[in-house]
């Protein structure tokens, strides 16, 4: 699973990164976004128009009745989210590309190494992020919610799920799961709304190179979400 990441920079920088238009709403940067935060996504219009958007990590179907159903769905599965009926529509035609520093992931402690408080592995944090420093183009999926007892006045939510894949041999030793990063030859092909074949999609939902990145130990700070970092 990806559970928290880094999200930092210039928006008009990020933007320009994927030939798109800037946002209308600037994010601060987070080195800790967790769960239910506002990030950035990369979506295009039928006519190829690529924008920097802002949207809410959780992806809330069209039919949920209340939003924290988006709590559970921070992340699909790229082996799965072709069957699953509440991502198969999104996977046709609502595709997006979440802009990422970096990510993290949690090795696991060693029983001779630090314990927590009850005496347990104390799991090492790790950030894993491009060894050209450059920003990660993770896959994702995203929809617009209005919450319906609000009434017809009420606003459009905008959120979006993360795509996993399989480890490569480069995230094994730290996890089983890693976003599915895309090659920017594939981000003409995944934005593109009106190109709607599954089984050419799932192409794309492949575990990085093994040398794309790279990672480093990070400071326990980050298990609290409340720290922003950087670490």
Not at 169 to 189: K, Q
Request: charged fraction near 20%.
């Amino acid at each position: 699973m990806c559970g928290r990441f880094v999200s930092a920079g210039q928006p008009n920088a990020i933007a320009a990164y994927f030939g798109a238009e800037p946002p209308t709403v600037e994010l601060r940067d987070n080195h800790n976004v967790a769960p239910t935060s506002d990030i950035y996504a990369v979506i295009a219009e039928p006519d190829g128009t690529r924008q920097l958007q802002v949207f809410h990590w959780g992806f809330v179907p069209v039919w949920a009745k209340e939003i924290k159903i988006g709590q559970k769905m921070t992340n699909a599965r790229a082996e799965t989210v072709a069957e699953k009926s509440v991502f198969k529509s999104a996977l046709r035609k609502h595709r997006c590309i979440i802009p990422m520093a970096g990510f993290y992931e949690w090795k696991a402690g060693t029983p001779d190494g630090p314990v927590n408080a009850k005496g347990q592995p104390l799991k090492q944090p790790m950030y894993i992020h491009r060894k050209d420093e450059a920003l990660l183009a993770v896959a994702g999926l995203w929809s617009a919610w209005r919450d319906k007892a609000a009434g017809p006045d009420a606003p459009w939510l905008h959120s979006c799920t993360i795509i996993t894949t399989s480890a490569n041999e480069t995230m094994e030793p730290v996890h089983h799961r890693m976003p599915v990063i895309l090659p920017a030859s594939a981000w003409e092909e995944w934005l593109d709304p009106t190109a709607g074949d599954l089984d050419a999609l799932a192409t794309l939902l492949v575990p990085a190179p093994n040398d794309l990145l790279t990672m480093r130990e990070v400071s326990t700070d980050v298990n609290n979400a409340r720290n922003k970092g950087p670490f």
